[in-house]
């Protein structure tokens, strides 16, 4: 059962353009979303997270948006860089409760940007 | 201020071995997480520790283990080690692992096992 899906393995945009990845949920008692960029053999690097009591994060080139109704979130990276390009995870954690120090990961979407 | 150190960076082992994996995490940090991420399953959780003891398990047979000191660095075992524990191997460190409040995990670099 994969609770957080990114459905789209693969994204490919041109540079300056806007880049949207997307995430979805079905566990409704997440309430802290995360997204991660990766390169191969790296850890993750954190990006920037929202809490389910709010609709919008933003840091920088990076947007967050959370749809809470639709358990839908995604990440809005304008404009666009080659550096950009790796792997973004997604990530979902409940806090309280007794899922201590558990994130709960997307497959991730590779992200290409061309120059 | 440091990030999460993992050591070592990569190991091989053969079947059967058993194999300890290091991460001394944020200062401050009490709450160490591993993950193991391997192509075909992804991002898999492990286990958490907090205040040297594990509050939160993943679905992983009992080979795999841990521990966490008293200066919240922390060690995993895998013991009788198959072929498809070749993997790379995360720890993350967070100031409380979300129990009271929403909090960040930073990750380290990982080790990269495999197993021959």
């Known amino acids: 059962d994969q609770q957080v899906k990114q459905n789209s393995p693969s994204l490919s945009v041109q540079e300056g353009r806007i880049s949207i990845l997307n995430c979805d949920y079905t566990n409704s008692m997440f309430d802290y979303f995360l997204w991660y960029k990766k390169y191969p053999a790296e850890g993750p690097t954190f990006l920037i997270s929202?809490?389910?009591?709010?609709d919008k994060n933003e840091d920088g080139r990076f947007t967050v948006f959370l749809n809470k109704s639709a358990k839908h979130l995604s990440l809005h990276i304008v404009p666009s860089q080659p550096g950009d390009s790796a792997v973004y995870f997604c990530a979902a954690s409940e806090t309280g409760g007794t899922s201590y120090g558990k994130l709960t990961f997307g497959q991730g979407t590779i992200l290409t940007v061309h120059p | 201020k440091a990030g999460v150190t993992q050591t070592p960076r990569y190991l091989i082992k053969t079947r059967g071995q058993q194999v300890t994996l290091s991460c001394s995490p944020i200062s401050g940090h009490r709450s160490v997480s591993w993950y193991q991420q391997t192509p075909g399953q992804g991002l898999q959780f492990l286990f958490e520790y907090f205040s040297e003891t594990q509050r939160n398990k993943g679905n992983f047979p009992g080979r795999f283990s841990g521990r966490q000191f008293s200066n919240s660095r922390s060690e995993m075992n895998v013991s009788t080690l198959e072929l498809g524990d070749s993997a790379l191997y995360l720890c993350?460190?967070?100031?409380?692992?979300?129990?009271?409040?929403?909090?960040?995990?930073?990750f380290g670099q990982g080790t990269r096992l495999t197993v021959v």
């Open positions: 993350a460190s967070s100031v409380d692992g979300g129990g009271v409040r929403n909090t960040e995990a930073f």
């Open positions: 929202i809490s389910s009591i709010k």
